[in-house]
DNA sequence: TATACCAAACCGTCCTGGACAAACAGCCCT
DNA sequence: AGGGCTGTTTGTCCAGGACGGTTTGGTATA
């Protein structure tokens, strides 16, 4: 049964042990790794991998080095690997994969996110807040949060996969964007425009700074946002959207979660909404969903605009 | 391109179903009650219930009904029941039992909050923005954080409890909120005060507004915040705590999760600790914690500027 | 060469039934 | 009232099996 984290450990060398300095037991594994207790388990029988050590009730533990396997697994397969040909690897074999997946090559990270790197690295949150400031005033916001807030997500996002920073020092980026952002959305925020969307995610996506940036280019296109936060359950969006008189559903999807639970909530929801009200899900996510009727894509930030135009076209249209 | 890794969608046949009654199938069921599948299945050979239907391959189907006893027995949890004295209640015993759990006898709601209640019902967002910030600036920031917004939170959970407001209009609340008091902490943020406070919670722990509630508190008394978000596990604390020079670790609990996984992390997080950093327990849940040595322990906010005082005074004494 | 089709392999999820330790409740004792 | 003991409750894990949708890859067809 073994609840918790304190079974001592197997420290790892000394410095960059951080993320993955400690055994982990079942319970945890899934929120470590993104992958379900369940089929963790069926790769160990099938495929020999992992192979746990047990604590003293003969639960699972899986020891630091095979969870920093695992993760790279998840994002092999994220990207269109097999679960056959990948899981087992040993971990030079997947960091040279990773690397070769890599959209941009290693080293050509640009001068203004190796600053933002270097101020993560260093806890030096008066200077990432000043140099996330400084590009927001020099791009813009629409830009600032389409292009360099994008990036610099998943550029910290490799960082964290590959271990080259630790779990605290994202949220410290995170909060500071979304400290940012909460406060810029102030000034731009419309409590009459059109049309009206409803911000929220799937049960068990927990990451909301993809609403706050949808929520930062909607309002800055003229749309009223009303976010809920993270994790509404389909009935409540139902619910919520008759309440609140709702014209568009906004959802987002991090790849953090398997994408299989985010294509049937998404059926689940159609199912049950008003098909008056259009379904818009945005996020790294949804580039792993198939697509559905009923449901507009949005990989990146640059469909809102003219997603939003059509749709003030097709509803001027329906209303004439 | 997207070749997805984890496309395999079990035809649902849910989806012909209309908006109202759903009968959900295993892979949603988590999503709608809160309560994993695992659980479910072992009340079912316990307690006899829930007593699902099939489909055609033999997988487990929840009828409407039973799932909304499932959400009504999860609130009951929540509120300290046990498992086997309401699992398998009739659905009217377990309304009344919902209804008798209020700590309050209804109808004492003073004026002030029933607006906001009504406020709420009606899902008038910019209504509740005024009422609260109007209430703000009338009983300035500390006043309106420890007293109206505090027992704000009780009553919402209250009514949520007894089925009196909607997941999403909590969800409504809490955004109002968190926005109200982000806007007020920038304005006495503080870049060099002391202590330095690393704020967090332990993972499971979702909720942040007790985060916002003390980050707001203890800026007001001079105090350098640092917010880390929900769920930070215990090596992580440890190692921010090196790198942020911290001089003390504020964790908040709240009810809804059991309070023994809170236990374990804080003796997890003491044992781990540079004993030279202080641990300030706070939030709602902490006055089911049995007390322990070296964590403070807040059960409301009134506690902080006296401890802030105490932990002055104690460190000019040991540095003179 | 390109496309359509089909069998085989792959792989995630659910199944049954059992085990166990942590958490709890009730009791006795001081 | 408070502290320690004991029996019960309850969430999570284990093992191995089954199944059906998806992908793969080879073959036949245009």
Redesign the pocket.
């Known amino acids: ?3 918790t984290y304190d079974q001592p450990l197997r420290s790892v060398s000394s410095l960059d042990c951080g993320a993955a300095g400690v055994a982990v ?5 899934e929120n470590e790794t993104g992958l ?4 963790i ?3 160990e ?3 020999g991998f992992p192979r ?1 050590e ?1 604590d ?5 533990i899986y020891p630091p080095d095979q969870v920093v396997r695992l993760r790279l697994i998840r994002r092999l ?1 994220g990207a ?1 690997m ?4 990948v ?1 087992g690897l040993e971990l030079e074999t997947l960091e040279r994969l990773t690397e070769q997946m890599s959209l941009e090559p290693p080293g050509t990270t640009s001068d203004g996110f190796q600053q933002v790197l270097d101020a993560l690295s260093g806890h030096d949150l008066p200077r990432l807040t000043h140099l996330l400031k400084g590009q927001l005033i020099r791009q813009g916001l629409s830009v600032f949060v389409r292009e360099t807030v994008a990036r610099l997500n998943v550029l910290i996002g490799e960082c964290w996969l590959r271990g080259e920073i630790n779990i605290f020092e994202e949220h410290l980026y995170t909060e500071a964007v979304c400290d940012l952002l909460h406060e810029s959305i102030r000034t731009v925020i419309n409590f009459s425009g059109s049309p009206r969307v409803l911000l929220t995610t799937a049960p068990g996506e927990l990451h909301t700074i993809g609403l706050l940036m949808a929520s930062t280019i909607l309002s800055l296109e003229g749309a009223h946002c009303i976010s809920l936060g993270a994790q509404m359950p389909a009935v409540e969006i139902v619910t919520a959207a008759k309440g609140c008189a709702i014209d568009v559903v906004g959802l987002s999807f991090s790849i953090a979660r ?1 994408a ?2 985010a294509a049937l909530f998404l059926r689940d929801l159609r199912a049950r909404l008003d098909p008056a009200v259009e379904i818009w899900a945005g996020g790294v996510g949804v580039s792993r969903l ?1 697509r559905m009727d009923g449901v507009r894509y949005m990989p990146d930030l640059e469909k809102v605009s003219p997603t939003i135009t059509a749709w003030r076209k097709s509803r001027a249209g329906a209303a004439s």
Chains 1, 2 share one sequence.
């Open positions: 049964m073994s609840h037991p079942v319970i945890l594994i379900t207790k369940e089929v388990r069926k790769w029988s099938r495929y746990p047990r003293e009730n003969g639960d699972r397969l269109g097999r679960p056959g040909k899981v398997p299989r639970d198939r």
